[in-house]
């Protein structure tokens, strides 16, 4: 196993040389590319990356633009998780044969996708890479509802919440579901690490997200991702909307190990 | 680009983001880095702000709290102090200036066109609280 990177602090984690980049579309105050970055600066090992269909997808991959100075990849909607569990089946096979290019290094393969490429059009996908072990992490960027597009709820959005296809009003008060429990679903893969995160809390998400880098085998993490769009705030409360939310405990942090 | 049938687009494209092979690139700042026309990098959405975050390092504790939570990758960070803004890859959000917890604030937003020099030297004192 490569070695952890050391980051005891913020000073010493901005040392860091970011490996995403601005000029990308995400709206200003996306808590989206927080997210990536916290992600991407929590190793220096080499990183096999995908994204799904979504805001982070079309937003950093604009002809003849790349975004990303890692290997990645996006292919539809609901396979990037397949995409890089291919990835990953083929490192494994290389390497058994002994015909890796570069046998010393040991890359990271991470998925990201949306909640509504993650709860719903993307499941089966991530729950095949779950049971097969594959040594991949998916991250969900879960900012509860289908933002590319518009604004529709998936079954990620929580009960009460105003979506486009649910809104609140005169005839009803939103969405009347709960939200789908995705981290007990995903933890009863029996996978070796499930974890919720969010990037106000930098210093647990990053624990977090190093912690599942080091295990051998399949890792859920769901991020929540606020959206100043279709969660109608200002750009610049990010954060505090973020700190909001995780301190009344709306969206709890915890980690689900073995 | 001419235009084309709805049948003879390319059906995948690959990008390099840099020119030529590149080892580290987790070890290798911006100013190091090789960026091909197709990164982002290279490109600017300095014309998507309205207000502009201006730094002052005077009251600067280089809590790096900007650094961690700028979106856009726009607070250069270099050997744990804070450097400035990227002008080019800033959006204007405001998150840097909410997150600094310095009083004054060594970040504030102005409109685009303020002039800099100007706003440095009316910088706010700092706030007692107090009526
Ligand atoms: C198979 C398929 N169905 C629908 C779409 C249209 N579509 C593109 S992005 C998107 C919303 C993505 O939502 P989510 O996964 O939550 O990501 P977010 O944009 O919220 O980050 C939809 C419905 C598509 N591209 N492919
Ligand atoms: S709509 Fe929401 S998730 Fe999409 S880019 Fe804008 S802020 Fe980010
Ligand atoms: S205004 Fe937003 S994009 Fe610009 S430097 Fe501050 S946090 Fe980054
Ligand atoms: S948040 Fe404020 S005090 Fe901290 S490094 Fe940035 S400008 Fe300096
Ligand atoms: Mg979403």
New binding site residues.
Partial sequence: MSEIKKIKNLKEFSTSADRFEGANL??P????SIIVREVLNATNDDLILSASTG?LEV?TAVYPYTSWDASWIHIGFENGSTAVAGAEAMYKALKTKGRLKQPDREPKFVSFAGDGASYDIGFQWISGCMERGHNMMHIV?D?EVY??TGGQRSSSTPIGSSATTSPAGRISYGEKKNKKDMISIMAAHQIPYAAQVAPNKWKDMVKKIQHGLAVEGPVFINAM?A????WKFDPKDTMSISDLATDSLVFPLYEIID | MANKGWDEFEIGAMLRSFNGPVSDVALTHQEDRDYSENNSFTASVADWRIEKPVFNKDYCIDCQFCWIYCPDISIISRDKKMVGVDMDHCKGCGICVEVCPTNPKSLLMYSEQTDEEEALAAWPSKETGEK
């Fill in positions: 995400l709206c105050g996306c808590a989206h805001c937003c960027l900012n933002a590319n991702s959206c100043t769009t279709e």
